[in-house]
C-alpha cells in the first residue's frame, strides 16, 4: 500500500475524531462507519494486516480521547467511570487527573474503563474486523 494512502487514512480518521467537532456520539459512529466501510472495500486486496492492527490501536486512543473530552467535569468523569466499574474512591481520584486529553485516552484510566469490548459493543468500528468481513479467518 502507498505510505500516502495509509496518511490520507489517518488524517480523515483524525478528522472524524477531533475533539472539537462537535459531533455527538452517535453521528460520528456513524461517519466512522461509513468511512471505514468504504476505505475497507476499496483496499480490501492488499496484504494490511499489521497496518490496519496498528491503525485500530490509534483510533481507539482517539476514540476514548474524543469521550473523555465530552465528559468534561469532574464530577461527570467521576459518575461515568463509577458507572463503567471503577471503584468510588479510584474513581474520584482519577476524575479530578490534570492529565491533557491524548495524554489520559492512553492511560490506565481510560483503558481500564473504556475497554476495547466496551468501545466495539457500544457501536464504534474498527479497521480490522471490517477487513475480517471480507477474509473470515
Known amino acids: 500500500m502507498h505510505p500516502q494512502s495509509k496518511a490520507k487514512l489517518k488524517s480523515r480518521l483524525k478528522a472524524l475524531t477531533g475533539r472539537s467537532n462537535g459531533m455527538g456520539y452517535e453521528r460520528r459512529k456513524q461517519k466512522l462507519n461509513e468511512y471505514i466501510r468504504g476505505w475497507i472495500g476499496y483496499y480490501h486486496l492488499a496484504n494490511m494486516k499489521r497496518l490496519l492492527l496498528e491503525t485500530d490501536e490509534w483510533l481507539r486512543r482517539r476514540i476514548r480521547m474524543c469521550i ?70
Not at 73 to 79: D, E, F, L
Open 68 to 137: 473523555w473530552k465530552s465528559w468534561k467535569n469532574p464530577k461527570t468523569r467521576i459518575s461515568n467511570l463509577i458507572r463503567c466499574g471503577i471503584p468510588k474512591r479510584k474513581a474520584h481520584e482519577w476524575g479530578y487527573t490534570r492529565l491533557g486529553y491524548w495524554r489520559i485516552a492512553d492511560s490506565w484510566i481510560t483503558h481500564s474503563s473504556m475497554t476495547n469490548e466496551r468501545l466495539r459493543v457500544a457501536g464504534y468500528p474498527t479497521l480490522y474486523d471490517e477487513y475480517l468481513k471480507w477474509y473470515p479467518k
